[in-house]
């Protein structure tokens, strides 16, 4: 998607450690008409799939997801983190593993807001290892929807989360495709239609 | 706004303690079309004031920020809760106090994304005893720019932020002013023009 391309091009910025800040236009700051050219693309890309909701990850997810879920007349619902354990009946809980954090932490959507009458485009910002990504997806499974899609903005393609999800038999979307952070630079994978 | 009061009276559930949950439409499941509306309403509000960025507060004042900034053609940043107290010159710091958790918590925004040229609106989804509001007044003034405006969702004017905040001399427009929880029943405060 060239709109989200050329900003990374512009304001990303390189970090050691293979990390892309895009904080300039995405999530710390974000860039508001990206974002609805964003959201229009995903709905575009999923236009003929029967979305029944959206489904994101607070926080940095809920920009695009909610221009997505406009673009398609349906309903947007963030999932929430949580630190603690507790147990609780109302929701759908998943366990998400944090590389850079080292640590695992739970996401939650209350049972009232996914059915199994629904059909889930799942949004997020990132997709590196993929864990965030099938922790979302476990939560729709849990609630005997289906997932009619996955839209990713950015994807890290030297990663495996993009390669395993596929293998699960989900598509994926990905505006922008990273194959490479070497040496602060910026390459895009162009090859991979994802 | 009625688009809002409308949405509180059909999906608006009351729990003891003066709480109001509206996560079926604005916080956890969140309606598109609403947001779009809401961000119209802020954005027609202050259409006059010469805003140049919308501020909000991770998580729940994220979608309609975005709308507003969409609207008025404008970024928008969102303030970012932080629970350590690491020292870091990069970014101006507020902290704020929470009365429902008991604890106190730091509020930061990149100091690269909040300059004294700035006239900044800020939006947020609950006013209640405005210690999350003072705490993004206080970032705007660090960076030196100037508070162009406030524009919150859902005030609670039995509580006592919206009176302090005013008193302090900032404009607030409130979308749906409630002055009453009890028994369970959303009453509206009709009468205030903030």
Known sequence: MDALKSKIKE???VLPGNILKVDAFLNHQVDPTLMMEMGQDFADRYANNQISKVLTLEVS????ALTTANAL???MIFAK???SLTLDDEVF???VY??????TYDIRVDKRFLNPEDNVLIIDDFLANGEALKGLIE???QSGANVGGIGIAIEKTFQEGGKKVREM?????SQARIKSLTDGKVEFDEDLDA
Do not use: F
């Open 61 to 64: 997810g809920i920009a695009m």
């Open 98 to 103: 944090s590389y850079t954090k080292e640590t």
């Open 73 to 75: 007349g349906v309903p």
């Open 93 to 95: 809980v998943a366990q």
């Open 139 to 141: 939560l729709v499974e």
């Open 169 to 173: 038999g989900y598509p994926i979307y």
């Open 81 to 83: 983190k949580i630190q």
């Open 11 to 13: 304001l990303g910025n």
